[in-house]
């Protein structure tokens, strides 16, 4: 009889899980479910024209910030206190690229910095203009567009057109790194080890590479990292070319959940683990990282939660970029991965409203012997 019944309940929530493999977002069966506001994306997820009209609004948004902050840190930045324990976020990262700097690693020309932030905030009304005319002149579904545009509508029902599109998010990546590497090569950036802006040629060597998987805490060749983001780039093209010109097949699309909900899911495991990476690394390494333009290193403390402390006192409520960027980075991290934990049960069709709804039962429930 038991066996019955288990056998019952494994079908039932194998019918539960298939039922919700392939949909949008989740409304567990209510056909009139709205979002509002707060919920982000999830208004305009099953149309592909607003889909990306958010998505240029949202990196219009980024854009603007990156320019106004830049603007906001040159004008409180002070040549007399080293740049680390300004706690500054967005003048390290510039200058780290050897924009700008004198022999003492400070800012000695600002023109390149002003220059940055405008191009920034040019491209930022250039993105919201898109994101207007995408949202008003433009199908709301790319299905009803003309020429190439249609072939980046999209069907969470379809993995193969998902996939596609995740090619083209690989690829863009990969010219990113491309273009730090070859920036590194021919402009130059700051060498913590010379206390000189100077042109790095990657070390492109496979094993070094691997090798690091263990010890990427410890680098300390610009060589190396530059090697490291030329191995990744490559990697990166091929990934994206594969995707686009083929489909999932065998155990990933057996395994895998294709939904608005899921691939959301994956995105913030992604994101939370490259948050958890880069709050340990920025936090112990200086070559990258350099002690002038962040700070010294930080150490590792708890309280509430984890959280990292600096080495050194420079004021009362007062840190370095380095505690800035590493705190940063931990805490958007650990927020990630909640948000991966929900949206992955969600998309498997838990219903996190009946939990409140058992604690609610077991008030009045009694158990008679």
Avoid at 37 to 65: D, E, K, P, T
Avoid at 230 to 257: D, E, N, Q, R
Wanted: hydrophobic share 45%.
């Amino acid at each position: 009889m038991n066996c019955v019944k288990t056998r019952e309940m494994e079908g039932h929530l194998t019918n539960t899980f298939e039922q919700h493999r392939h949909y949008n977002v989740q409304s567990y069966g209510s056909p009139d479910a709205t979002y509002g506001w707060w919920a982000g994306n999830s208004g305009v997820a099953n149309r592909s024209g607003s889909f990306i009209a958010a998505h240029a609004a949202h990196a219009g948004l980024m854009m603007f910030w990156a320019g106004a902050f830049t603007l906001f840190e040159l004008a409180r930045y002070n040549t007399a206190i080293p740049m680390g324990e300004q706690g500054l976020i967005v003048l390290p990262h510039l200058a780290g690229l050897g924009i700008g700097l004198n022999e003492a690693g400070e800012i000695s020309n600002t023109e390149p910095y002003i220059a940055t932030a405008a191009f920034h905030m040019v491209s930022s009304a250039v993105l919201g203009a898109a994101g207007f005319w995408h949202l008003f002149r433009c199908p709301k579904d790319l299905s009803a567009a003309e020429g190439r545009a249609q072939k980046f509508d999209f069907d969470w029902k379809d993995p193969g057109k998902l996939t596609f599109i995740l090619g083209h998010h690989l690829i863009f990546l990969g010219l990113g790194a491309i273009a730090f590497v070859e920036w590194a090569k021919r402009h130059g950036i700051y060498d913590a080890a010379t206390g000189v802006v100077r042109t790095v040629e990657p070390n492109i060597d496979l094993g070094m590479v691997w090798g690091y998987q263990t010890s990427f805490l410890s680098i300390s060749s610009l060589e190396d990292i530059m090697g490291g983001h030329a191995v990744l780039a490559f990697a990166l093209i091929s990934g994206g070319a594969w995707h686009i010109a083929t489909k999932p097949f065998g155990l990933f699309k057996k395994v895998l959940i294709y939904s608005g909900e899921a691939v959301l899911s994956y995105s913030l495991a992604g994101l939370s683990l490259m948050g958890f990476v880069t709050a340990l690394w920025c936090s112990v390494n200086t070559t990258i990282y350099p002690t002038e333009l962040y700070g010294d290193v930080l150490k590792l403390s708890f309280g509430v939660a984890p959280y990292f402390k600096d080495s050194i006192s420079i004021g009362t409520d007062l840190y370095t970029s380095r505690a800035w960027l590493a705190n940063t980075h931990l805490f958007l991290a650990f927020f990630f991965l909640q948000g991966h934990l929900w949206h992955a049960l969600r998309s498997m069709g838990f219903d996190f409203k009946k939990v409140a709804q058992a604690f609610e039962n077991l008030e009045s429930t009694r158990v008679s012997a």
